[in-house]
């Protein structure tokens, strides 16, 4: 897997933000937090990850160069507010994206709060493989998925039919494309 290098100037404008959003936190809750440390080695899909143990913020570098000003202006503040969550609250009975995350977002760090991204995912979106059923339903199996099904070590089922997934026929025009 080749290592993304983000820029300078980006991790820059990231930790400028953590920061900023770190002591409005702060100042409205009356308490000390210490600094989360940054990762910039979420991959896949997944804009950004907060691990609540490691006090650590996890940053998916194609997304953050792909849509530099959105992205830090609402994962980080998302991520940091799921470790502010539990510093405050604990673990305990809180839901991921639960009333006291939409308070800490909203109230105590001034951003919309938002559960997901927006956006566009074309660049970091793995390979899948098309399966279908009894149902006739087509199914994307990630490859490592449909790696365990040609190993035999796997079976996935249609959530609709029940039947095992069996991988689709390519047609011939469609495997030379």
Not at 7 to 30: C, D, G, H, W
Not at 39 to 63: D, F, M, V
Not at 109 to 120: G, K, Y
Not at 148 to 164: D, T
Request: with cysteine; glycine share 4%; charged share 25%.
């Amino acid at each position: 897997m080749k290592t993304i290098r983000v820029p300078i100037f980006l991790q820059q404008r990231v930790m400028s933000t953590l920061r900023e959003k770190l002591a409005l936190a702060e100042q409205k809750l009356k308490q000390a937090f210490p600094e989360p440390k940054l990762n910039y080695k979420q991959r896949g899909t997944t804009a950004g990850s907060a691990y609540l143990k490691e006090w650590e913020i996890r940053i998916n570098p194609i997304l953050l160069i792909e849509n530099t000003h959105l992205f830090i202006d609402e994962v980080v503040p998302h991520e940091l507010a799921h470790l502010l969550v539990f510093k405050v609250f604990g673990r305990q009975g809180i839901a991921p994206h639960g009333k006291e995350w939409k308070w800490m977002m909203q109230h105590v760090l001034e951003v919309d709060a938002n559960r997901t991204h927006r956006f566009s995912v074309a660049t970091v979106k793995s390979k899948t493989f098309n399966y279908t059923c009894a149902c006739k339903t087509t199914h994307e199996l990630t490859i490592r998925r449909h790696n365990k099904v040609m190993r035999g070590e796997n079976q996935y089922l249609c959530r609709r039919c029940g039947e095992i997934l069996k991988p689709k026929e390519v047609s011939a025009a469609t495997a030379e494309n």
